[in-house]
């Protein structure tokens, strides 16, 4: 935007920057969290390029996204709608509007992936209404992590930024037989809302089609017990969401904020809590007693809480 | 021999036989192929195959270099593609090892591929070399092996560069289902899309093409196939929103001669004005896109991962396509055509010919890629060709192979999700009570998503006149949710959980006579039988079973004849052959995975139902009995070895 001075010269041309606020009407929770997924997925981007508004590249957002990484432990309260220029309405399920905010002097709006802290979700995955499908085809699916919607990605917690990860290696082989140094903490760790955003995002950024409702593993490993490949400390499993592996994880930071990653890592910890407190496992039909009951006859982010006589293949006794 | 290495800019021609007295016309043909436009191709090639007189012919079978695929398959030393023939009989008239004898079989011989994964390739013997893939694991994924057949010595290996990352889309396993060869080349897919040329005396590289893109979820796991100089080869995907296609490649050059998808306006379907589907529904212009909501054929699955066969009389292919995605069927309304579909298609253009699609709008991962094998039965007095598929919806289809006419399809296991197939329509008959609602959780699917009967192949006898179908006996819980697509990630939007049929075994091994429409005798196994089958003229059938047993029994009664417990469970491809030593051998590879047996074989969880896309609560006691193996194992009678000094290694 070119700015003009009151004597008619013009100024150097002012950064701006748009930001997406939705709103959701109170105690709507499946519909809220249906719409933070959305948001996270970027589907709203599309949207945005139809209706002309310019969008910030990715590179340049994560680059204010780490200089911003300081001090951000406050979720966004989304119920409030703010002023602004009004979009048209991109679905019957969101209101959306945009805020003109100069980006230079106010640090922009963390990720849409919180609640207001009065609202506990709801639990069941099942009951949450339909999440919009992107319909993004193969054909242009390249194109979707390469442009931010002006939608802010930035941390919601302090001391675990960009620089503090690097130093979290990936192996627990460190030469000169120095000590490890620390891992960062997750900043929602055990959050009972945490945990169940972590459970929706589990969902909706598909991460179950892998790992399997409760983190069973299939196409990926298992996350229900305490075994990860790649270290199980918060800070490791962050590291592997964010960073991928190679050997088939994907690199979600490209996708995701470091808000929505903490939750994920803070569900994946407490679906990892087995009741085993054996340093190994003993692989036989006698110490094999239990087994999880199944996610189709309910969910909580505490899978092990509910459990059943193991049924070797058969049909669970429990099941109606 | 004296090959010549010669490729000029057009690839026509390398390792060719010198002096061969077809080069001439070869050539001409393929410069022909190469000016004419594609009706006058197609025209030709008709041409060819009705013209009557000798020179005609012969002409005709140079045309595609000096193709000695199905001189191989009519010789029984050889098991020249992993279905054996185009036919996919998987039967062999070696009858040295027979009901009488079979219970004295001994390992002779055995190599270990590296990677302890899901071992479901057929090994491939072409002329005293026996080929096999690795799967898609450790230092070497999809490492090629050439071994002496009859010795086991190790005569080359050839590995692909690795893509680790191409595990992380590949639903069900990182399997191969085996190489092709033709012509002297040995070729290979990879897991992650690439499809290689191989001299098969070398080892050597000869061309490389790349077919997909695994960051749009895309793999290959299933055996190519060499028609007519082309090297056939279909997509894995279909828990990924992947649109599905089978391509075909020229086998001298690695160029993609054509692709037909299985979704999409007709002009990407390969349908054109000879494509005559038997039943009215499949009738209309454009139905690959107009029978899905917007855009969703896009990423709407169909992928092309099984069995190919061939009638070379018809010039037709027959492969089947996928399961459409996501696995909620309430987000894709429509019959999502051409999903689970069994196509007929000219293997020189590609173009359809006629369809069948098995289970429109199909509600639980029915896909129909399963072997449709080239028979000629006497149906009610006369003598029909048909195709005969077992399919994964239980149904076992025998279908006109000319016109696609269903001409019976009788159940084979439990099915509760249908109650029949209307041969008037063709339409398969959903049972509704059953019907999958969002959030609402459906008890008893009977087949269970991977079906009555997934990939694993069945054989058949022409002396017994019995199809021997390995199969799996699994109902399900199945519940639906809503799923956004991300390219590159699982597009499925269920939950769902396996469990034993009725009477609590989990797999069957059957002999099915499709005349009769009945099952013959049975045996059932209590876990899936995940290997394929063979059959000889020995009137023996074999199959492994994932609790670590290879097994033959009498093809004419069922009865087991012998056993041997293995290194790992079974759910590779039996083959025979003669060695150059005169003795026949039987080979599998041991190493239980795939879809039911990553549970044994990866990190997967046990106690958890619903892990590997539900398959784990069916097969949770897997790791009681097996881990993952790499052992192909190959035995032979004792009295036919050749005295070595250390008899039966391993023993």
């Keep these: 935007m070119r700015v003009h001075a009151g004597d008619g010269t013009a100024l150097a041309p002012l950064g701006f920057q748009f930001d997406v606020a939705t709103g959701a009407r109170q105690a709507e929770h499946g519909l809220e969290r ?107 699916a390249p194109e979707q992590p390469n442009a931010a919607a002006g939608i802010s990605v930035a941390p919601n917690s302090g001391g675990t930024g960009a620089a503090a990860m690097l130093n979290v290696p990936v192996t627990t082989l460190l030469p000169g037989n120095v000590a490890p140094p620390p891992r960062p903490a997750n900043p929602v760790e055990g959050q009972a809302q945490a945990l169940q955003r972590g459970m929706t995002y589990f969902v909706s950024f598909n991460c179950v089609g892998c790992h399997a409702p409760n983190g069973g593993g299939g196409m990926g490993p298992s996350l229900s017990n305490s075994y990860f490949l790649y270290g199980g400390e918060p800070a490791d499993i962050y590291l592997s969401i964010f960073q991928g592996r190679p050997n088939g994880m994907p690199a979600w930071g490209t996708m995701l904020p470091d808000s929505a990653i903490w939750d994920i890592v803070a569900y994946i910890s407490s679906i990892s809590k087995e009741p085993s407190k054996t340093w190994g496992q003993t692989i036989s039909r006698d110490a094999m007693s239990e087994e999880q009951v199944a996610a189709e006859y309910g969910q909580s982010t505490a899978p092990w809480g509910a459990t059943q006589k193991f049924s070797d293949g058969q049909k669970p006794n429990r099941a109606k | 021999m004296s090959v010549s290495r010669h490729r000029n800019e057009h690839g026509w021609a390398e390792l060719r036989p010198q002096g061969d007295a077809r080069w001439g016309s070869t050539r001409v043909i393929e410069r022909l192929m190469t000016i004419l436009p594609r009706q006058a191709r197609s025209s030709l090639s008709v041409g060819c195959l009705l013209a009557s007189s000798l020179f005609v012919f012969f002409f005709c079978t140079s045309s595609f270099g000096q193709s000695d695929l199905q001189s191989l398959m009519k010789d029984d030393r050889n098991w020249p593609m992993a279905a054996k023939d185009y036919a996919n009989t998987r039967f062999s008239s070696l009858d040295q090892i027979n009901a009488a004898n079979v219970g004295q079989l001994r390992l002779a011989w055995s190599f270990s591929v590296g990677p302890s994964r899901g071992q479901e390739a057929a090994p491939l013997v072409v002329n005293d070399t026996l080929y096999v893939v690795a799967p898609y694991d450790g230092p070497h994924p999809n490492q090629v092996f050439a071994l002496d057949a009859a010795t086991g010595e190790l005569k080359w290996s050839y590995a692909p560069k690795p893509n680790p990352a191409a595990k992380g889309v590949a639903c069900c396993d990182v399997v191969s289902r085996g190489l092709a060869y033709d012509n002297g080349k040995i070729f290979l897919n990879t897991l992650d899309n690439y499809m290689v040329g191989l001299d098969a005396q070398s080892g050597k590289e000869l061309w490389v093409a790349k077919l ?378 041991s190493g239980v995975g795939g879809w039911p047996g990553v549970v044994a074989n990866a990190e997967v969880d046990p106690r958890v139902r619903n892990s590997a896309l539900g398959f784990v609560g069916a097969t949770q006691d897997l790791p009681f009995y097996t881990v993952g193996g790499s052992v192909l194992l190959v035995f032979a009678l004792p009295s036919s070895q050749p005295s070595a000094p250390s008899q039966t290694p391993g023993r």
């Design chain 1, 34 to 140: 249906a719409r933070d997924a959305f948001i996270l997925r970027r589907d709203i981007e599309p949207v945005l390029r139809e209706c002309g508004v310019p969008l910030a590249s990715h590179r340049a957002e994560v680059l204010r996204g780490a200089q911003r990484r300081s001090g951000m432990g406050r979720s966004h309260r989304y119920r409030r709608p703010t002023i602004g220029i009004g979009l048209t309405a991109i679905s019957a399920l969101l209101l959306v509007s945009a805020v003109m905010t100069d980006t230079s002097a106010q640090p922009t709006r963390p990720p849409g992936a919180s609640s207001g802290p009065n609202d506990m979700p709801s639990p069941g995955l099942a009951e949450q209404p339909a999440i919009q499908n992107p319909a993004v085809s193969p054909q242009n």
């Design chain 2, 212 to 589: 997909g893109e695994i960051n749009l979820g895309e793999t290959i796991t299933m055996a190519p196939v060499v028609i007519r100089g082309k090297v056939f080869a279909g997509n894995s995907g279909g828990e990924m929103g992947v649109r599905g296609w089978l391509t075909a490649v020229d086998a001298n050059t690695g160029k993609i001669a054509w692709r037909a998808y299985s979704t999409g306006p007709d002009k990407d379907v390969l349908i054109g004005d000879d494509f005559k589907p038997y039943y009215d529904f499949m009738k209309g212009k454009d139905l690959g896109a107009k029978t899905w909501p917007g855009d969703k054929w896009k990423i709407g699955g169909g992928t092309v991962w099984g069995w190919i066969s061939y009638d070379p009389e018809l010039n037709y292919l027959y492969y089947g396509s996928a399961n459409p995605g996501p696995w909620n069927s309430s987000q894709r309304p429509g019959d999502n055509m051409w999903t689970s579909t069994i196509f007929a298609r000219d293997p020189d253009t590609g173009a359809a010919k006629w369809a069948y699609q098995a289970s429109p709008h199909d509600l639980w991962d029915h896909d129909e890629i399963n072997e449709s094998l080239v028979l000629d039965l006497d149906i009610e007095g006369r003598t029909r060709k048909v195709l005969v598929h077992p399919g994964r919806n239980g149904y076992m289809y025998v279908i006109d192979r000319a016109s696609g006419e269903v001409i019976s399809a009788e159940p084979y296991d439990t099915i509760t999700v249908y109650k029949g197939v209307d041969l008037k329509t063709g339409r398969i008959q959903p049972n509704h009570e059953k019907d999958p609602q969002v959030g609402r959780t459906v008890e008893d699917v009977c087949p269970a998503p991977p079906g009555a009967k997934d990939w694993q192949p069945s054989a058949w006898s022409p002396r017994t006149k019995l199809l021997y179908v390995p199969h799996q006996h699994l109902c399900a819980s199945f519940k639906a949710s809503e799923v956004g697509y991300i390219a590159g990630t699982p597009f499925i939007g269920a939950t769902v959980d396996m469990y034993a049929g009725p009477g609590g075994h989990r797999g069957e091994f059957m002999a099915w006579d499709p005349v009769k429409k009945t099952k013959v005798w049975s045996i059932p196994e209590h876990l899936p039988v995940w290997s394929g089958a063979l059959v000889t003229a020995g009137d023996v059938a074999f199959y492994g079973t994932m609790d670590r047993f290879f097994k033959a029994v009498d093809a004419k009664t069922g009865q087991q004849l012998w056993q041997i417990r293995a290194p790992s469970g079974f759910i590779g491809q039996p083959i025979t052959y003669l060695g150059k030593d005169g003795v026949q051998y039987v080979a599998i590879m």
